[in-house]
């Protein structure tokens, strides 16, 4: 083994400052990745051509096309019309509609990312919830979980299997095909279905399940919230504005947890979402939002009326004209680390923010202080044009279907047309994976299944900056023999195994990084070095590699991954929910991996 050099621990510096950034957040981990990528041509640990040749990987070029093709199969509305055949299969069987809507989902996660998927699928889920009385935190995880297993069922599903050929390159290994892991895949997703079906009532919270339609504005029910309350018609007296200071919209929710979603001016001039800075009238008006304990303290403080019924505002409120719904802060919404105060949902759209759910906790006093994050539940009212046009703003995933984005129905046929050329190119004709996926990519722009304006926007370019930036640093790990120094020195202290043995340990290695860093940063980092681990143990390396692939996406214990942060908050779960779940769920991802690998592979 050769001595440890300066140069080996310049990169393991770098490493450790990469997992330690990525484990703070401190700043966020596609800024790290440029860090990375910076820094390392400056300390000569790679020439500045290496530094910057991961923009031009096949990687990341297959990473943004594979997104690109999977929003315009989202566009023409092809997702959506897989969902109602789907459930009427299925049934009301909370076991059948898991079973069905998992297998569909997993499919589709496997040409596009997964958080794309389960982002598409959540607002048919919560209606199929609703309709079906099934509660929602039933279907929800396993549904996410499978989504995230879907992700193994092709080399283009996830982003660390898109990567595992790219770091294969510099030790001649054999690459692997397309479909190459899609027994493998099967085996993860059958099991991981089977899971919830036969110990789903042990570890899933047994939620109750809503009622369906829009439902009467003037009383929520409870549904994980807590009861929110109702709606209360309140009249001011003709003294109220004397010797006090102004009454505020904000005021009243923040004193008293009652959110105003009505107000009359004088002369009888209705208003509905008032701003949060509007001031109570005397002889007035206002219809509030809240629980009957929180209105009537309100009234006893301030020296309001309380009406017995909607009178003034009766026909306004009806559920024909508008209601309340749930929005999800959807991943890489524009209000992520924004305040509703700084979105100003009230003066833009005329909504009515009632509450933030998350982790476990519903805030409802000072929400306009509370920084989003993407999972958020926000109860917003409003009218229904009102809130079609904050939907059409995007963002927010709504769960009352309203039918307002601009699809492509039409397209539908050319978006599967330009899908099945991208597949058929590389599995007949054998051309480059990312060659392929960019000429379908190309495609569904020359047919306008979307602008290019779309393309660039469905694009997270964090994720292809990340990608971007990571990759230096495994060609700095394998140039700097860093990690044949790390791999004989793990394999000195575990002595000599049987490879199954290695690569069980190694899929605990991936599955435990993956909990704490990002899939495509513990690929990068551990690729090269379970390779120079099993070249030296005399195992399979591609082997070892492929169980780095798959292993990353077993991120289930924790809701770190996208798709657990955002399916969290819809189903009220909290962080001990993933925990039971995950670990059960992890157990069985191992488990099923070794075993299918050893099957297909003979290992």
């Not at 303290?297 to 009406?307: D, I, Q, S």
């Not at 904050?390 to 492509?408: A, C, D, I, K, N």
Request: proline share 5%; aromatic share 6%.
């Amino acid at each position: 083994m050769e001595p440890l050099t300066l140069n080996m621990m310049l990169v393991m510096g770098m490493i450790a400052l990469a997992i330690f950034l990525f484990v703070v957040e401190w700043v966020r981990v596609d800024v790290v990745a440029i860090l990375i990528m910076v820094a390392l041509p400056l300390l000569h640990l790679v020439t500045p051509k290496e530094a910057f040749v991961g923009l031009s990987s096949n990687a990341v070029v297959s990473i943004i096309a594979v997104i690109i093709i999977g929003a315009g199969l989202d566009k023409t509305g092809i997702v959506n019309k897989l969902v109602a055949p789907v459930v009427k299969v299925a049934g009301n069987s909370a076991s059948r509609v898991v079973i069905a809507i998992s297998v569909v989902i997993s499919i589709i996660s496997s040409f596009m990312q997964n958080i794309g998927a389960a982002a598409l699928f959540l607002p048919a889920i919560q209606r199929v919830s609703k309709a079906q009385k099934i509660p929602l935190s039933k279907l929800l995880m396993p549904i996410g979980f499978s989504c995230i297993l879907g992700g193994t069922l092709t080399l283009v599903g996830s982003s660390p299997l898109i990567l595992l050929n790219d770091l294969l390159i510099p030790f001649n290994l054999k690459p692997f095909g397309l479909f190459d892991v899609t027994p493998i895949g099967a085996a993860l997703v059958a099991g991981g279905i089977a899971c919830f079906i036969l110990f789903g009532r042990f570890i899933l919270p047994q939620g109750k399940a809503e009622e369906g339609g829009h439902g009467d504005p003037a009383a929520v029910q409870e549904n994980g919230f807590g009861p929110l309350g109702e709606m209360y018609e309140l009249t001011t007296p003709e003294d109220f504005t004397h010797y006090r200071d102004p009454v505020t919209v904000r005021d009243l929710r923040d004193r008293y947890l009652c959110n105003v979603v009505a107000m009359t001016e004088p002369p009888d001039f209705k208003t509905l979402s008032p701003s949060a800075d509007m001031a109570l009238r005397a002889n007035s008006e206002i219809v509030v939002f809240g629980r009957k304990e929180d209105v009537d303290r309100l009234a006893a403080a301030e020296g309001l009326g309380v009406r017995d019924r909607l009178e003034t505002y009766q026909m306004e409120l009806e559920a024909a004209q508008s209601g309340i719904v749930e929005a999800v802060v959807a991943p890489r919404a524009a209000l992520i680390g924004k305040t509703l105060r700084e979105v100003n949902l009230r003066d833009r759209f005329r909504v009515s923010p009632l509450s933030i759910y998350r982790q476990e906790e519903t805030y409802r006093a000072r929400m306009g202080e509370i920084p989003l994050q993407v999972g958020d539940v926000i109860r917003l009212f409003g009218t229904w044009k009102r809130l079609k046009a904050l939907q059409r703003e995007g963002g927010l995933l709504f769960s009352v279907p309203t039918e307002v984005e601009e699809m492509r129905p039409e397209k539908a046929i050319w978006a599967t047309i330009w899908l099945v050329t991208a597949l058929t190119m590389t599995m007949v004709f054998n051309i480059q994976l990312s060659v392929a996926l960019m000429t379908g990519a190309l495609g569904m722009i020359l047919t306008r299944v979307l602008t290019i304006d779309e393309a660039y926007a469905s694009v997270d370019w964090r994720t292809i900056f990340l990608l971007a930036g990571l990759i230096p640093l495994g060609i700095a790990t394998e140039k700097t023999g860093t990690a044949a120094w790390i791999a004989h020195t793990v394999l000195g202290l575990i002595g000599s195994v049987p490879p199954i043995v290695l690569l069980s340990v190694i899929g605990i290695l991936a599955t435990l990084f993956s909990l704490v860093i990002s899939n495509v940063g513990a690929t990068v980092l551990l690729v090269p070095l379970v390779v120079n681990m099993a070249v030296a143990a005399n195992a399979d390396p591609r082997m070892a590699a492929l169980v780095v692939g798959l292993a990353t996406s077993n991120s289930f214990v924790l809701p770190t991954h996208q798709v657990n942060a955002l399916y969290m908050g819809p189903g009220r779960y909290r962080t001990t929910d993933f925990i039971k779940a995950g670990t059960l769920m992890s157990v069985v991802f191992l488990v099923v991996m070794i075993a299918a690998i050893a099957l297909f592979y003979g290992v």
